[in-house]
């Protein structure tokens, strides 16, 4: 089945801990990018991915590290978590022109 | 970035009702699809449709590219429709706020 897989789904963690969230598509999909979804704001890019080592900043990196070094993963790493940082996150891979986004199921980060 | 606008933001149905929701773009956009998000967070792609109409079951969908909108119609609305409909577009995928539909019993 083409899907795109995040992990975990869910995560509560403190202040200032490392932490890493993984995704994984397995449709060979070149672009992939990652969003965070916060009540009254919606749904905002955070990083984003033309193909391997290429990567580039969305509305809000701040805080955020991304990484692609094999086409099927694009991991999201907090390095210093803070509270502001609880959101409701999606990664999504997109494939040729002509096909559309698929996203993943969500993380539900919260830092306390 | 391009402005997405959704309308209306809350809509309550009657099972069985029909609805349209509607999609407007600031600029021209590419990429244009419409998501659900169901009660627990999921957010299922319905349609990729940058132009055009598609239908899938009780969902269809036109986009009016030069008019820069894009309309989602829900025929024989059923409970398991509730949840949030976004539209979002460009290369970066803009997204709407969303409409809330909620269709009761």
């Known amino acids: 089945e083409a899907q795109v897989t995040q992990n975990p789904r869910y995560l509560i963690t403190v202040t200032g801990k490392k932490l890493t969230v993984t995704c994984s598509q397995n449709m060979n999909h070149e672009y992939m990018s990652w969003y965070r979804q916060d009540p009254g704001l919606g749904l905002r890019q955070i990083y984003y991915s033309m193909n391997v080592e290429v990567t580039d900043k969305g509305d809000v990196p701040e805080g955020y590290k991304v990484s692609r070094k094999e086409k099927r993963n694009f991991p999201l790493i907090l390095e210093s978590p803070s509270p502001n940082q609880t959101s409701l996150y999606f990664c999504a891979s997109r494939g040729p022109q002509g096909d559309g986004y698929t996203f993943g199921s969500g993380t539900r980060l919260t830092v306390v | 970035g391009i402005q997405v606008e959704q309308s209306p933001p809350d809509l309550i149905l009657q099972e069985g009702a029909n609805s349209t929701l509607r999609c407007n773009f600031s600029?021209?956009?590419?990429?244009l699809q419409w998501f659900h998000q169901n009660p627990w967070g999921q957010l299922i792609n319905l349609f990729y449709?940058?132009?055009g109409t598609k239908q899938n079951g009780r969902l269809s969908a036109t986009t009016v590219a030069t008019e820069r909108y894009s309309l989602l119609y829900i025929s024989s609305s059923q409970t398991t429709d509730s949840g949030v409909y976004f539209c979002a577009g460009d290369y970066k995928l803009s997204f709407g706020a969303g409409t809330t539909v909620t269709v009761r019993a």
């Open positions: 600029d021209s956009v590419n990429n």
């Open positions: 449709i940058p132009s």
